[in-house]
């Protein structure tokens, strides 16, 4: 079981899909996501739908920290 924290996603859907590759993300393994995952880039929707689905599903663990702007 690892835990991870990431930021910054902006919107990358295939960078986001690399690094849960690239860190053999599993089912025990959580991660939270700090921020800024969905402005900018071009598929902010396909990252938050990701993120959802799995909460739902429970297919991983997956916190979304979130401020107040």
Known sequence: M?????SDLHGQY???QKL???IHFSDDDFMYVLGDAIDRGPDGIKILH???MSMVS???G????MKRI
């Open 62 to 65: 997956l916190m979304i920290c």
């Open 14 to 16: 295939d960078l986001f």
């Open 58 to 60: 429970y297919t991983y």
């Open 2 to 6: 690892a835990t991870y924290a990431i």
């Open 50 to 52: 990701t993120m959802i």
């Open 20 to 22: 849960l590759d690239v």
